[in-house]
């Protein structure tokens, strides 16, 4: 519950005073976006906020308890510093985002917090953006405690895998360009495969600094699993790093990390478990 002094409640009363809803966007490299909804910009705290523009927000969901706070955002890409490019990049993940109002004409009130929260589903469809924004409360949401899985829960190269990926990174060029996913590159040297799981990322050209995820390998050519945003050209830098399917084999055969594995293959599922006349040893 908020608390209003009485000049705010006078205030909130009188048509006559201006108010302005204010967002901030703070990126994933510690660019901020700030945001009003006038037709001027206004400064609140020495910081200048700008019309909205092509940006639109839908009204801030308030919910009472722990249940998170929500609010959506929606505008052009490629207005309001919302690009494709910088979306797709991820530089807009996990975005922190706050909401509040102020009162332009009388700067000695306090501004009105509405919404705290961090950046969630992002959306890109037919030159235009979805942002679906949760408050911090949409952290008690979410799972505590580990859950058991056949398959490796370490990312590879984690603090918890602590398998060194530079000796297995190949770094070379791009030879051909079959089609916007599909690659050759000459220093896989028929080892394709090897990468399948893991990750591109240009080094060189117009698309240096975009990485993708490896869909498939073989031989010389890799296929990503999503186009990236400007397509590389032959003759560009490009450094694969290895992939893992996390299995035990992967990890013991490809890796030689066992003793890191963090998964249980053995462990019988719920099917077998919940089974009627069906024991868990089988």
Known sequence: MRDFSPAML?????????????????????LALRFVDLDEPSIIGGQAYYPNGSAERSAVRL??????????????????SFSRQDLLAGLFDYADLEVFL????????PVIPLLRGRFGEVEVD???????????THAFSHNIGVRTSPTCRNRL???????????????????AIVDARTFEINALSGQGHLYQGGELQVAGGAAAGLASEIRHGSGSAITLYVPLTVTPAVGDAVCLAPGCDRSRSAC???????????????LPGQDVMLAPGVSANG
């Open 126 to 136: 037919s030159g235009q953006y979805t942002i679906q924004v949760n408050s911090l």
């Open 102 to 109: 102020s009162f332009i004409g009388r700067p000695d009130l």
């Open 157 to 175: 190269g984690d603090e918890n895998c602590r398998v060194t990926l530079e000796p297995y990174r190949v770094y070379g060029t791009i030879t």
């Open 63 to 80: 919910n009472a308890g722990l249940g998170a706070d929500s609010t959506e955002l929606r505008g052009i890409l490629g207005a309001d």
């Open 10 to 30: 006078e205030a909130l009363d009188d048509t006559l005073i201006v108010m302005g809803t204010h967002t901030v966007v703070t990126r994933r490299d510690g």
């Open 252 to 266: 013991r055969d490809a890796f030689g990390n066992l003793v890191n594995f963090n998964g249980e293959p053995d």
